[in-house]
């Protein structure tokens, strides 16, 4: 079927280029080639169908391949991969970047940044998103950036560092579909970004669940030429309903140059459609793929394919194409987590209903603005909480509310209905509005205290870019370099290693070549007792024998004291008396207060994360904090104890002095 083609060496468009003859060059040069250029999401892909587990042993195997297949760009970084990348202790994402780019010289390297939310899930203050983008501009060429309300304020920092450091910006208009979504209101967002970046940018449609039909996709991408006939347009969408090869299409026949896919023994349901397909599809309708080269698209997934069975546990738990895409919109992103989140939380029973009657009804009723990073999380934890507790809008979590607030930027559309803002924050929502509704700037942190505070975590000096990861995932940044520094680079190994189940036994004997493919054996074993009773196992690697501590539970050590389980009322109303209990399982994100520290009721005294979002633990009176139990990056379950405050005399006010946690 596929043939190799040759094509000019000057098609290609190359970092090198970039940096040498500049952005403007580069931007001409694709007006002014006949057809199309191709990037390999294979970011997305990764995300998407493989909760970001895909290995840089992986991406290490065919680099060479990828190199020579003529991309535009290959989407290697952004999203949620810079947090898993540390959160699963897989590798510091900028190391990834540099031995990736010294195997991939020949290739543009494209991230995704969500705005101001840069890769994580809320704002960062303003000189932390320029930092991060000053120091990724080093290893980054193209930088496609998002905004999930499409408030163009939350991505101009952005916008100006990738100007200022000479790489291609590509702003991204998010799209959906509804009443509200016409092509005048997108040309318009369109003319908004233009007004601050000029032309002199790569237009990105973002469909990051892959909605509408073939039609609605070229309507879009002709209107925006029409007014703006010298717009280089990127499409980027998910093969969710398995319609995206059509909409691709039609956006090229439109007038898009360059379009997204993945290498074709990868993909799954829920990432980019297969770009060979795209390729040769295409070229039936006379409109080749710029500097493309077949066989080095076959040859990679040739490679690759063998690799997939290590990642088969990773794939998403719902199997096939989801056509009701269109009605509940969840991204392609989040879909694989979703059913992740309802397995672990024992009501995969439930999903047909939160996906197909409650989540498409939260998106109307909060204004039908884009379901991606971080608004996908406000709908998709909205849409479950209401489905779990039976009772619409209860507990709404912080996020929620800040997006109710104004607090991310104007709802584009039209506001929540009233008995929805009361059912959020109560009775005196009105007051509430009135006093704190506003778009929230968030301070600057002070960059050299944040970076003390780094070193006294780590205990060593710290570098620029530790601080950058630090700065956006602090909890999981510091996890991973103590285990990095404990247990070396353990990126180089395989996924049949990283991923092997059942663990090792006694006398396991196994080789592997690794990540650079140099050969290994590892042997399991001999294993001796210490003095005091703990065993010392041996792995003897390479022939050299490493020993590894591991403490073991001694006999006639008291048994662990059973778990007590609390219901909400039961939580609420131990914190009434001082104990502060978990109302969820997560992970303490943050503890504004001190031993010592005066506290009023309402006042903010623990922050914990789940599933992304923020959520405050208040105090229920009036005291003085007694003791702190838990600290940053600590996993605590439903009922776990997290401070004591001591309830002051009655008539008396805790002091406003004490520092205050986010709102």
């Keep these: 079927m596929a043939k190799k083609t040759a094509h000019p060496i000057d098609e290609r468009i190359t970092p090198r280029e970039l940096k040498e003859h500049g952005v403007k060059t580069v931007l001409n040069k694709i007006r002014r080639l006949k057809g199309y250029f191709m990037t390999n999401t294979e970011r997305d892909l990764s995300q998407s169908d493989f909760k970001n587990r895909v290995l840089p042993h992986t991406q290490m195997l065919v680099a060479g391949e990828r190199n020579a297949c003529g991309y535009f760009s290959i989407e290697i970084s952004g999203g949620a991969s810079i947090h898993v990348d540390m959160l699963r202790k ?342 509430t509005v009135e006093r704190d509704y506003g778009y929230q700037k968030i301070e600057d942190v002070d960059l050299a205290i944040e970076k003390r505070v780094l070193e006294k975590r780590l205990e060593r000096k710290a570098s620029e870019e530790e601080l950058v990861l630090y700065l956006q995932h602090p909890n999981d940044a510091v996890s991973f370099f103590k285990f990095e520094e404990k247990y070396g680079k353990v990126w180089v190994l395989p996924p049949k290693v990283w991923f092997k189940k059942g663990g090792f036994n006694l006398g396991d004997t196994f080789e592997f070549p690794d990540a650079y493919g140099k050969l290994h054996s590892i042997v399991i074993g001999p294993q001796r007792k210490t003095s005091s009773g703990d065993a010392v196992t041996y792995l003897v690697i390479d022939h050299h024998p490493e020993p590894i501590l591991t403490e073991l539970e001694q006999e006639g050590a008291k048994a662990e004291a059973r778990k007590v389980t609390l219901t909400a009322k039961e939580i609420e109303a131990l914190a009434k008396s001082g104990d502060i209990r978990s109302p969820i399982k997560g992970t303490v994100n943050e503890v504004p207060v001190a031993e010592g520290d005066e506290v009023s009721a309402g006042q903010v005294l623990i922050v914990l994360e789940a599933m992304k979002m923020l959520n405050n633990v208040v105090s229920a009176i009036n005291g003085k904090v007694v003791e702190v139990l838990k600290n940053p990056g600590d996993q605590v379950d439903v009922g776990d104890p997290l401070l004591s405050v001591k309830k002051a005399p009655e008539g008396e006010v805790g002091s406003h002095g004490a520092r205050q946690g986010k709102g």
């Design 90 to 431: 897989q590798i510091n994402p900028f190391e990834k970047l540099r031995v990736l780019k010294s195997m991939m010289p020949d290739t543009l390297f494209q991230t995704l940044v969500r705005g101001i939310n840069l890769f994580g899930y809320r704002p960062y203050p303003d000189n932390v998103v320029r930092l991060t983008i000053q120091h990724f501009a080093e290893v980054i060429d193209v930088f496609r950036v998002f905004d999930f309300l499409n408030d163009v304020r939350n991505m101009v920092p952005v916008f100006e560092e990738v100007k200022r450091a000479g790489r291609i910006l590509e702003p991204a208009i998010c799209f959906s579909t509804g009443p509200e979504h016409t092509d005048a209101y997108y040309v318009k967002k369109v003319g908004e970004i233009v007004d601050i970046t000029g032309e002199d940018i790569i237009l990105c449609i973002k469909n990051h669940a892959g909605l509408g039909t073939q039609k609605r996709i070229g309507d879009l991408v002709k209107a925006i030429l029409d007014r703006f006939p010298g717009m280089l347009i990127h499409y980027h969408g998910h093969n969710t309903d398995g319609n995206d090869i059509g909409r691709t299409v039609e956006a090229v026949r439109n007038g898009a140059r360059i379009v997204n896919g993945g290498d074709h023994s990868f993909t799954g349901f829920y990432g980019p459609p297969p770009l060979l397909t795209i390729v040769e599809t295409l070229e039936d309708y006379g409109y080749p793929c710029v500097g493309i080269d077949k066989q080095a698209v076959i040859d990679t997934s040739n490679k690759l394919r063998p690799e997939r069975e290590y990642y088969k546990d990773f794939e998403s738990q719902f199997l096939g194409f989801d056509p009701t895409v269109q009605i509940h919109k969840l991204p392609g992103g989040a879909t694989g987590s979703s059913f992740e989140q309802a397995v672990k939380g024992s009501f995969l029973h439930l999903m047909p209903e939160i996906l197909q009657q409650e989540l498409p009804k939260v998106q109307v009723e909060l204004g039908n603005w884009w379901s991606v990073t971080p608004g996908s999380q406000i709908l998709w934890t909205t849409a479950v909480n209401n489905v779990l507790k039976r009772a619409r809008y209860k507990d709404a979590n912080d996020d929620l509310k800040n997006l109710m607030l104004g607090r991310y930027g104007e709802l584009p559309f039209y506001k929540p209905a009233d008995w929805i803002y009361e059912a959020v924050f109560g009775p005196n929502w009105k007051k």
